[in-house]
């Protein structure tokens, strides 16, 4: 089982933390939206984003961009296009030496 982290808590990214969990790996899903965080962590579900959808065991999500980067060596990135070059930009100082 590895840690992945995926960045970018909207449909797309928490539809790939699903794929990615149940192939077996642990799922840190990074969400910029409080209510997103509270509700992957209590409900197992993403209302906002994905309703109707029950999320499998082994997914955490958090609101912190430093942890979720450090957390993992494989890394995804799933937020907006118009979002890619600040997220990518902040959370690159916390990004693990060789992280992919």
Known sequence: MERISIIGGGAFGTAMAC?????????????REPEVVASVNTDRANPHF??????????????????AAS???????????????SVAGLMRPALRRGAI
Not at 50 to 55: A, F, M, Q, S, Y
Not at 56 to 65: C, E, F, K, M, S
């Open 19 to 31: 794929v990615v969990a149940r192939s077996g790996n642990e799922v840190l899903l990074w969400a």
């Open 50 to 67: 994905l309703p109707d959808t029950r999320l499998v065991p082994g997914i955490r999500a958090t609101q912190d961009l430093e942890e």
């Open 71 to 85: 957390a993992s060596e494989l890394v995804l990135m799933v937020v907006p296009a118009q979002h890619v070059r």
